[in-house]
């Protein structure tokens, strides 16, 4: 190791990045109790990708509450960046807040989904495009979508949405779409 070497880079430093990115990682594969999702509604989506012309109908959920691996695969690759085709693992809670959303509408409707998981490729060249994504946005790390539902209005989804209190819901409508995201309670 070089003398002027930063002190982060010593291999004690090393091991608790790793540790604590081990930990991080760890915690956002962790599948909420089964307890808490057997109060959910029944645990179906439908949805169709606008980006990729792709329509899924999944049933992600039993009704005890126990998820299914192979389905949430499913999800996370439907919602892949359409850009790069890169996945990433979709934080279930994002899917819960979908469902809930699709399910407070009328739930026969498919959510259209106008952008899902973005690679952070994709992300930064939007950013110098000008677009409004953010810098550390929460679509990179697989915990927001942006939806339209057919023959719903715009402003009634935002209200369903922010209703239900459960993460991020922005309103954009000159891009024709509601923002959802799995991040704290707030809205713009």
């Known amino acids: 190791m070089a003398p002027d070497a930063p002190s982060f880079w010593t291999r004690r430093g090393l091991l608790r990045t790793a540790a604590t990115g081990i930990a991080l990682g760890i915690a956002r ?6 307890t808490w999702a057997s109060r959910l509604p029944d645990g179906r989506v ?5 980006q990729t012309d792709e ?4 049933t992600y959920r039993t009704d005890s509450g126990a998820y299914d691996q192979d389905a949430l695969n499913e999800l996370n690759h439907f919602l892949r960046c359409h850009h790069t085709n890169g996945t990433t693992t ?3 809670r994002l899917i819960e807040f979908i ?9 026969r409707r498919d959510l259209l989904i106008v952008s899902g998981y973005r690679s952070p490729e994709y ?8 677009t409004r994504a953010a810098r550390h ?5 697989g915990r927001a979508v942006d939806v339209q539902i057919p023959g719903v209005p715009l402003r009634t989804l935002r209200e369903v949405a922010l209703r239900l209190g459960c993460g991020g819901v922005g309103y954009y409508p000159r891009g024709k779409f509601v923002h959802l995201d ?3 309670f707030r809205h713009w």
């Open 137 to 141: 946005s929460y679509h990179v790390s």
């Open 55 to 58: 329509r899924l109908s999944v």
């Open 90 to 92: 979709m934080d279930v």
């Open 99 to 107: 469902n809930l959303v699709q399910k407070r509408i009328g739930g």
């Open 182 to 184: 799995s991040g704290p």
């Open 123 to 130: 992300n930064e060249q939007l950013i110098r495009m000008g």
């Open 29 to 34: 594969l962790a599948l909420p109790s089964e």
């Open 46 to 50: 439908s949805l169709y990708n606008l």
